[in-house]
């Protein structure tokens, strides 16, 4: 039997705790607790007191658990664990074990989206967060020696000093900011004692709001996946704002992963980002919203799609797809382009534990941004 990747959110008050269960091959991964060919993985550095007994529940449940017990089993079993009347475990998503996520290039925000309508952007969003005093940095991760020095130039050339960590390249406008970035990054990178001073001083210093700040220093991984596992609502959620789409890179306002999909800040930052662009280009915010709207999906290959939908995924009927588009990098054209993805109009969305399906279709990482800008439902 092949079994998924569980992902839960243990809650409390207001403590909460994310983990994952994945099946357990080796043997010798990091684990908290193993059991039944599994092993639990804690995401949240430290354990909140109140939530120390349910945590320990959930590990002896999953000792218990049968090598072939199906995921939806389970699933169920931990969901009624309780050590407390007041803690509960709640399905974020089952991701499968191949799940993948979309490698756009490094320096995304430096290229441009191309539609039908040629260039969608007419202004780097971070660049306009920067000028409107909403930021004090630029970072550009994943960058190889030679693409470093590429996307410095730019930036030099309009009056910013730049400095490069490895694979990472700063942007800025005063050099102590800058010092403080790159002093930040190396001690991110060793692990230490600091890395969650250094953490804040970053998330700071690019904008970030306090609390998503607080909520990715709280994680023991941060790669894309584990970002968007952790941070994305659960499969089953009710429309929020296209204000706080993060997952699809191309089309997002800001770029950092918010705390929730409803955080207010994250609304208001890209709410003044929204407006620094529409006074650049009038019209560009209707054009934004024409494209953004709607459910945010990277199937389990790492496709990315905004799909139209009728029906809401926290409702009890169907969800039909009206409409599709699919976004898409060409390496070979050093562009990043969108194309309707007419294979998906009018197939039903089957809400499975921990997932959308349809024929030849499976995501776990969804987020429903058919919301108004300045609010939640349609």
Known sequence: ???GVIWL????????????????????AQAFARGGGRRLVLLTRAIP??????????????????VDEPDQTLVLRLTSTRASTDARAKLLRILSLGQAMPRWPADLRGRNLRTHRGHFWPAQAEEVGLELGLRDLIKREGLSAASAVEARAPFETAGFVTAVVDDVLFAARDQQILQGAVE????????GIRAVEAAEFLGVSLGYPKCCVKAFARLSATDDLSLAAALLPAVRHAPSSVLTQWLLAPLALVSHAPCSSTCPSTMNLARQILAGIEARDSGFT??????ARGLHVVDEVGRCFVLRIEGHLDGAGPVVVQDALELLWHPEGGGVGARPATELTGQLLVREEGRLVAPGFSAALVADH??????GHQ
Not at 14 to 23: E, G, K, M, R, Y
Not at 50 to 66: F, R
């Open 370 to 375: 058919s919301g108004q800008p300045d609010h």
């Open 1 to 3: 039997m092949t079994h």
């Open 49 to 66: 007191k109140q939530l120390e007994l349910s945590v320990t529940a959930l590990a002896g449940a999953l000792g218990k658990t049968p």
């Open 286 to 291: 209707v054009r934004w919203l024409g494209v």
């Open 9 to 28: 959110r243990l809650e409390c008050d207001a403590a909460d705790v994310t983990l994952f269960i994945a099946p357990d091959r080796e043997g010798n």
């Open 184 to 191: 930040a990054e190396r001690c991110l990178r060793g692990h």
